[in-house]
């Protein structure tokens, strides 16, 4: 009798049994994980760590090996713009410190040194090729104002980037050696000599003209050799930062844009028809003197153009600008002749 009571009672919970399981599955899937802290941001140690170069790098050995050495050159490294990104890395190519330019080590170490077991090194003094050089260059700097070097004219006369830049200190002077003002440019770009200076031991040509009395101001320190040029490299002649002659130009002399009612030809065409920027014996940056600048155009003989008779005066020397003021340009409506 009993056994016959304890199957019927059983016979309940077994028909309940997979509803019971069932619903225990689904309180468990909704049911909240206990409460946690939230995560704390990486330390700088831990960020280091985790893009450093992995033990599987054998020749690398470590800034650290090479500080034990070259602690005067770590030294003044650190205080570089280059030094300070270096010490925060950000990828594992960065994290290899020395090594990241100058290639593993190892072989240089186990020979207790010597330059001539440096793998790479940079200089005139270098076994290694310009091109190879500047390849350490670009693994980083391909962008922005290095996006056209590959092609451009500096580059394509084999140029190396260390012939402009240094990178193991800081040139943090008031005046440069030749006794001008050294801008704050020269430590953000590591530039061996402040500009014009370096970019005139070159261009010994732009030197001379920009020692005539018409001159682009930059003795004056207002503008430098990368005001108007990108040394690196631009898809348009000259390298010139803007994408024209006239938009270089015009981003200055922003009274000369227009548009305008009437326009000079010549003028919306290219500044340079008639200036030479750099410098020249004439006013205003003039490539040859009043009338002379505009009779290279202006070749009709019913102007007044020469010395000659007009009644009892003299039309000599004068200059074409004396009437014709707007020359650049003439808003006015009866401005067709620039006289206004």
């Not at 170490?109 to 350490?136: C, D, H, L, W, Y």
């Not at 938009?247 to 009437?262: A, K, V």
Request: charged share 20%; aromatic share 4%; hydrophobic share 25%.
């Amino acid at each position: 009798m009993l056994t016959k009571i304890s199957r019927a009672s059983r016979s309940p919970l077994l028909t309940l049994l997979p509803f019971l399981v069932s619903f225990g599955v689904a309180a468990g899937l909704n049911a909240r994980p206990p409460a946690q802290d939230a995560p704390k941001p990486p330390t700088e140690q831990e960020k280091t760590k985790a893009v450093a170069p992995s033990a599987a790098d054998g020749d690398y050995v470590g800034s650290e090996t090479c500080i034990t050495c070259h602690q005067d050159q770590d030294h003044r490294f650190k205080n570089t713009p280059m030094g300070r990104v270096m010490a925060h890395p950000r990828t594992p190519e960065e994290a290899r410190g020395c090594e990241a330019c100058h290639a593993p080590g190892r072989a240089h170490v186990e020979a207790g040194g010597g330059k001539e077991t440096i793998p790479m090194r940079f200089g005139k003094e270098s076994k290694n090729s310009v091109a190879e050089q500047n390849a350490v260059c670009e693994t980083c700097h391909t962008r922005g104002t290095h996006l056209f070097w590959k092609g451009s004219p500096h580059e394509s006369r084999g140029m190396a980037c260390v012939d402009c830049h240094q990178v193991k200190q800081v040139v943090n002077v008031a005046l440069s050696s030749e006794g001008r003002y050294n801008s704050p440019l020269s430590d953000v770009r590591g530039l061996k000599k402040s500009q014009p200076e370096l970019c005139l031991q070159c261009h010994q040509m732009r030197r001379a003209q920009l020692q005539r009395s018409s001159h682009m101001p930059y003795r004056e320190g207002k503008v430098t050799c990368t005001s108007c040029h990108n040394p690196h490299g631009t898809p348009n002649p000259k390298q010139l930062i803007q994408s024209t002659t006239n938009e270089n130009c015009l981003s200055c002399h922003t009274e000369r844009r227009g548009p305008f009612l009437w326009e000079h030809p010549p003028v919306m065409e290219n500044c340079a028809n008639c200036h030479e920027p750099h410098g020249t014996s004439n006013p205003q940056l003039l490539k040859t003197r009043m009338p002379r600048v505009c009779d290279s155009c202006h070749v009709a003989t019913r102007h007044p153009t020469q010395a000659q008779p007009l009644g009892s005066i003299k039309n000599f020397n004068r200059g074409c600008t004396n009437c014709h003021s707007a020359i650049h340009g003439s808003n006015h409506p009866s401005g067709d002749k620039f006289l206004r």
